[in-house]
């Protein structure tokens, strides 16, 4: 049949309009109301870029997990033999929770998360981690990679008895270490962190001109009231 020249003008403005819409059957869908059935396949209705995965940071909360945690420093141990002989931090002991209210079941008020942790690369077959308040009654919580705790109260440091101080045996991985206080009035210590490998030194031992302890007779010795 033939269409008259309006007809052909009338269908090519027809498909020109369609064409500049984006719409067309191949693409796009419509509703018998005239909406659009959402965006082509593949497409997004979000109006920012598409991201693979999130980056959030891992939760500071979790316990037993350091990465992330707020502590003052961290002590690298590289294995037997490091220099200097002790390796020292400070910080600020005690804090809100009781330690014998807790799964650590040591004497003292600790922070609720460690001060340091110490990062032990070979093991050391005797570590003694020490702690010096100079005239405040500290106490140590150990926590070690295998879920234990060590403690301290008072180690009969001879310069001070009332320091504490923690040996451990075949030290490796990663040590969280939470310095106290005997009462909780005493919150807010200033106090010196030793670690050594040396049995004869204190906390004592690290303040000016402090020196290592007469070697110890064979069997005596050694640390006193272990909680």
């Not at 959402?38 to 920012?48: A, F, L």
């Not at 050391?124 to 140590?140: C, F, K, Q, Y």
Request: net charge negative; hydrophobic share 30%; glycine share 16%.
């Amino acid at each position: 049949m033939n269409r008259s020249p309006s007809c052909h003008v009338l269908v090519a403005l027809t498909l020109l309009t369609a064409s500049a819409c984006g719409a067309s059957p191949e693409t796009r869908g419509t509703t018998p109301g005239g909406r659009s059935e959402g965006p082509p396949s593949g497409g997004s209705n979000d109006n920012v870029p598409p991201t693979a995965a999130s980056s959030a940071t891992p939760d500071a909360g979790v316990p037993g997990s350091v990465e992330g945690r707020d502590v003052e420093g961290q002590i690298l141990v590289s294995g037997p033999g490091f220099s200097p002989p002790i390796l020292q931090g400070t910080g600020v002991a005690g804090g809100p929770t009781e330690g014998h209210s807790g799964p650590m079941g040591c004497t003292g008020y600790y922070p609720p998360r460690p001060q340091h942790v110490l990062k032990v690369g070979r093991t050391v077959p005797m570590l003694r981690v020490m702690a010096d308040g100079i005239d405040r009654d500290l106490t140590l919580a150990l926590r070690t990679p295998d879920g234990q705790w060590h403690c301290n109260d008072d180690s009969g440091d001879p310069g001070y008895g009332l320091n504490p101080a923690v040996d451990l045996t075949n030290a490796s991985g990663e040590i969280e270490v939470y310095v106290g206080v005997f009462s909780d009035t005493s919150t807010g210590a200033q106090y010196t962190l030793g670690v050594t490998e040396d049995p004869n030194r204190y906390g004592s031992s690290m303040r000016p001109g402090g020196l290592a302890m007469p070697p110890q007779p064979p069997g005596g010795g050694g640390l006193i009231d272990p909680f």
